[in-house]
């Protein structure tokens, strides 16, 4: 097994060993290619030598490599060394897990947009045919700007494949259903999302009294009534109870949010930087970051204007100008005339857009005057002809220089005879 780790690890740099408590062995280290932070996570155990769970790996490793969604911690690279499962993942800078700021101060639309975040990463997952399973906070990273993230996504599911136990089956973030050792579904994700959405506004794990869920607002006077319906909803011990699917709980999340006017309370002063830390673009009135409270900043910049107030007169009442629009059409004599009347107290303008002009016919063709006779010009007029063009006089040429060759030319050489030729190799 050893041996199989080392050639898992073979190549990265700067290794260190993490830990081994969640059904893997993790390592930190570093691309010698890319030079980006990786983890590495290898499974303790091999698998085994079935056809039919091997093809399984196979589509589950495909899955998790097709991920592509900025809500989700991608997998560089899923496979097996002699049947030995290992998943390197990214490591995201300057961020940290979510289960380390559980126990700050939240506020509501805070919690609700990380909430946001983490469900359209799962429903991105769920399109590529995988369920989380183990969502709790550990597995959600957020970065200092707010921005969350899945991690570990469809790494139960290879758990499942080689019977690995997980240690954490007890997590209050876990449905009833999942520490009960059933297979995970999508309103399993939904109850994890739920419960960490319930541990956000009150600080506390979901809290169940006879049975019942108690509604976060007794906790937290913050949250309306509309969000407590939603978040006991997914919070429901039997699956069927819950939203079907992270997507139906996302919608019913959001519509919780857009609370009516009559509910909210006063307008307070908000920052976007934080007085203790200077973290920014913070909203609400704690940071994201450490907690302290926004609304006892000094000097800091001030809340928008407030919006006027709406007259309490409806709109409908004012009086409305209608446009009457004249349409015709070459075979109707008269326009047909369209009104649009809406509202009381209609103020009626006419506009005439276009009058309608007529065509003329055989009937009306002869009260048109005749045309007026096109003038005859003459093309005579305009150019000379041949006999009246001023002939160009054209210079007579140079005279070409007369060169006697036989007087600049060289003299040629004597051509030797092949008597002479003889002559002299008889000589020599």
Not at 23 to 46: E, H, M, N
Not at 166 to 175: D, H, T, V
Not at 219 to 226: E, F, I, K, T
Not at 339 to 362: C, L, Q, W, Y
Request: with cysteine.
């Amino acid at each position: 097994m050893r041996d199989l780790i080392r050639q898992i690890l073979r190549g990265y740099q700067s290794l260190n060993l993490e830990g081994q408590d969640e059904g893997y062995v993790l390592f930190s280290g570093q691309d010698p290619d890319t030079k980006q932070a990786v983890l590495i996570k290898v499974l303790p155990r091999l698998l085994e030598d079935n056809p039919q769970i091997a093809a399984r790996f196979n589509s589950l490793a495909q899955a998790i490599r097709q991920l592509n969604h900025p809500n989700i911690v991608a997998a560089e690279k899923v496979g097996e060394e002699a049947g030995l499962p290992y998943v390197v993942s990214e490591t995201i800078q300057k961020a940290q897990p979510l289960a380390s700021q559980m126990n700050q101060p939240w506020a509501v639309d805070t919690a609700a947009d990380v909430v946001m975040q983490v469900g359209q990463g799962l429903e991105h997952a769920y399109e590529k045919g995988l369920i989380h399973g183990a969502l709790t906070p550990d597995k959600i990273i957020l970065e200092d700007d707010g921005h969350a993230s899945v991690a570990d996504m469809g790494l139960t599911e290879i758990q499942k494949l080689l019977g690995v136990h997980l240690a954490q089956g007890a997590s209050p973030y876990l449905a009833p259903e999942r520490v009960a050792g059933k297979s995970a579904d999508a309103s399993a994700d939904v109850y994890s999302l739920g419960a960490i959405f319930y541990s956000l506004l009150t600080k506390q794990t979901p809290q169940v009294v006879g049975g019942q869920v108690v509604p976060p607002s007794q906790l937290n006077p913050d949250v309306s009534a509309r969000m407590d319906k939603v978040v006991v909803k997914a919070l429901a011990q039997n699956p069927a109870d819950r939203y079907p699917d992270v997507k139906t709980f996302l919608t019913a999340l959001g519509a919780s949010t857009l609370v009516p006017a009559s509910e909210k309370a006063e307008p307070t002063t908000s920052v976007d930087r934080c007085p203790r830390c200077g973290a920014q673009n913070q909203t609400g009135r704690f940071c994201r970051k450490c907690g302290a409270r926004m609304d006892q900043a000094a000097p800091v910049k001030q809340a928008q204007a407030e919006l006027p107030v709406p007259p309490a007169r409806s709109i409908l009442d004012e009086p409305i100008q209608v446009t009457k629009v004249e349409v015709s059409r070459a075979d109707v004599g008269e326009g047909v005339r369209l009104n649009m009347e809406v509202g009381h107290g209609v103020d009626v303008r006419e506009t005439v857009i276009a009058k309608p002009r007529s065509v003329a016919t055989d009937e009306i063709l002869s009260d048109f005057p005749e045309p007026l006779e096109m003038p005859q010009i003459g093309t005579s007029d305009l150019w000379p002809t041949l006999d009246e063009q001023v002939a160009l006089a054209m210079p007579e040429p140079p005279p070409m220089p007369v060169v006697d060759w036989a007087e600049i030319a060289p003299e040629m050489p004597e051509v030797p005879t092949l008597e002479d030729i003889s002559s002299s190799g008889e000589t020599d």
